[in-house]
């Protein structure tokens, strides 16, 4: 597409229940990320792929925490048993290459309400 | 840790002025920056980026310039618009593929 393309654009979910967000980059790009933004706050990044693997897993906040890609293309970012404080918006973006000075687009993020 | 910290939490301006946000980043090793716009209820919107080995980039009414001595940051908006009311990021990526680390953000605010 177009776009980083993300879904749902909302989530209210109960607390302890399980969420899956997605995300699909645009088309080409071989870097995937994940960030998480707090109401008011700066954007805390929580993984990263190339291609279908992830070196980088270090900002994911916990193990309930959990992402894959799949065919290069589409990732998910699984919630287990979500707490109040996982409330955020959950940001994918994508780059060409996946090295520093290739610009990362966003998508436009899922806002996850945990209740 | 390592972070990339913002100056002004808050800016407000008046239409027609040109705008200064300011950033200070930590790590010397960072060798390309970047940074964002974004508007209430979307993601951030890529603005203008400047690798390590330059000191100053222009784009379109906006102009980004890097102080590598004293690891600083600025972003100007020339004749601020309404529409440029929004809260602005600045990132800072050390080529551990490609990931960008942000700062708190500015929000810009623009007077009629």
């Known amino acids: 597409g177009a776009g980083v393309s993300q879904s749902p654009s909302n989530k209210v979910t109960e607390k302890g229940k399980d969420v899956e967000l997605r995300c699909d980059p645009i088309s080409g790009h071989t870097a995937l990320y994940w960030y998480r933004q707090s109401l008011g706050q700066g954007l805390e990044f929580l993984i990263y792929?190339?291609?279908?693997?992830?070196?980088?897993k270090s900002g994911l906040p916990s193990d309930r925490f959990s992402a894959e890609r799949t065919g290069g293309s589409v990732s998910t970012l699984t919630i287990q048993r979500t707490q109040q404080e996982d409330s955020a918006v959950y940001l994918c973006?994508?780059?060409?290459?996946?090295?520093?000075?290739?610009?990362?687009?966003f998508g436009e993020g899922s806002w996850l309400t945990v209740v | 840790g390592e972070s990339v910290g913002l100056h002004l939490p808050t800016l407000s301006v008046q239409e027609g002025d040109n705008s200064i946000i300011n950033c200070a980043y930590s790590n010397s090793a960072s060798d390309y920056f970047i940074w964002y716009k974004q508007e209430s209820g979307k993601g951030p919107q890529f603005i203008i980026d400047i690798r390590s080995n330059m000191d100053k980039r222009q784009g379109q009414r906006v102009t980004v310039l890097l102080n590598k001595t004293v690891k600083h940051l600025s972003l100007q908006i020339a004749a601020t618009q309404p529409g440029d009311s929004a809260v602005y990021f600045c990132a800072e990526s050390r080529n551990q593929g490609g990931k960008l680390i942000f700062g708190q953000g500015t929000e810009l605010s623009v007077k009629p």
């Open positions: 792929f190339q291609g279908n693997s992830a070196p980088d």
């Open positions: 973006a994508s780059s060409n290459r996946g090295f520093s000075g290739n610009t990362i687009y």
